[in-house]
């Protein structure tokens, strides 16, 4: 599945460096704004232990891991709503992703400049917010102003998105992001044309020296307003990230020891991201490979196989589903279906997240 997560944030504040890690992609990291002027686009895998324990039940060629993408945009400034820096820009790449990751400067060095003179995390969280909301309401409003003429002739349908319209204008107005609105479903779906930036789900990032992986000042205040919005955090420091995706396993063993943590940063921003954008994982096992695959919280068996080939949509009978614990505890496929532990299930079954599926489909 395409969906992407957009990594925003104030100029100099870590992000292309992040990308790079994460990406592997060579993306220039400089300390001015705007290194990154057109967003570059990187494929992150998701690591996933449940890979490993399916593998120690079936050995196949090749182990496929489920991947994100990830898109590192522009730096956004003050003003970026009414055209300032790569204002316009930076707002329709944001509109082009699925959900945000916002990186925070929670760091001091007096090396690395700050775009507003001075470290305050708090109030670069409220710039950003206060750019989306601004370029959220101007689009709003326009679009209100049209769909309240047209309302006149009273049409269900335009009656029904003016009234939509009106809600967000006040919240956006009164400073309160469209996520926070409470619209239902049919709501969104009426205003979905719009692409509210303040609709996406955010994850914020603390990007931290070394010394602050176990939490500072600068990150208890993001944890606070984060907390209050619903929002997750993940502390990591970019710049260690970047100098461990570059080591080999012995070494980077050693680094992380050093640092004092299990895993790289990295392996946890690609699985919150991952849980940022609502996404569930299922697994297909056999001699040829296990493999994770990506679909919607909530998709039916029938999108699972769609996803895999639309021929399995179109055509698809049944799927046998069985549980990864239920595998290890058998041994083997063949004495787990003896055991009776394999499910056939039908059109409308929910795929839960660790399902392992077989789809059985006419071509």
């Avoid at 994850?203 to 944890?223: F, I, P």
């Avoid at 020891?257 to 690609?270: F, I, N, Q, S, Y």
Wanted: charged share 25%; proline share 4%; hydrophobic share 45%.
């Amino acid at each position: 599945m395409a969906l992407q997560a957009g990594i925003v944030g104030l100029p100099n504040v870590g992000k292309s460096t992040l990308f790079n890690a994460l990406t592997a992609a060579g993306v220039e990291a400089a300390n001015y704004p705007f290194a990154t002027i057109e967003p570059n686009v990187g494929v992150v895998a998701v690591p996933d232990e449940r890979l490993v324990q399916i593998n120690t039940v079936i050995e196949p060629r090749e182990v496929i891991p489920t991947v994100v993408e990830i898109v590192d945009i522009a730096g956004l400034v003050r003003g970026a709503s009414e055209g300032e820096g790569l204002g316009n820009q930076f707002l329709g790449n944001i509109r082009n992703v699925d959900a945000i990751v916002e990186v925070v400067r929670c760091f001091d060095d007096p090396d690395v400049s700050h775009v507003d003179g001075s470290v305050d995390p708090v109030r670069d969280m409220e710039t950003i917010r206060t750019e989306l909301i601004l370029a959220d309401l101007q689009g709003a409003e326009r679009r209100l102003e049209r769909v309240t003429r047209s309302a006149k002739s009273g049409a269900p349908e335009l009656v029904a998105e003016r009234d939509v319209l009106e809600k967000i204008v006040a919240g956006l107005s009164s400073g309160t992001a469209v996520r926070d609105l409470g619209l239902d479903r049919e709501q969104r779906r009426i205003v979905g044309g719009l692409h509210m930036l303040t609709d996406r789900s955010v994850l914020y990032v603390c990007n931290v020296d070394e010394d602050g992986l176990g939490g500072n000042a600068h990150t208890e205040a993001v944890a606070e307003v984060a907390a209050g919005a619903g929002a997750g955090v993940i502390l990591l420091c970019a710049e260690a990230e970047a100098e461990i995706a570059q080591l080999d396993a012995d070494d980077r063993s050693m680094f992380l020891e050093e640092l004092g943590v299990t895993e790289p940063g990295l392996h946890t921003l690609a699985r919150a991201t991952y849980r940022l954008l609502a996404l569930t994982t299922y697994f297909t096992a056999g001699p040829k490979e296990i493999r994770a695959w990506t679909v919607r919280t909530g998709a039916t068996a029938p999108e699972a196989a769609g996803v895999i080939h639309t021929d399995f949509e179109a055509g698809f009978i049944r799927a046998e589903v069985y549980t990864i614990p239920d595998l290890l505890a058998a041994g083997s496929e063949a004495a787990l279906k003896a055991a009776g532990k394999l499910r056939v299930e039908g059109k409308e079954y929910v795929v839960k997240d660790g399902d392992v599926l077989h789809f059985r489909f006419n071509v």
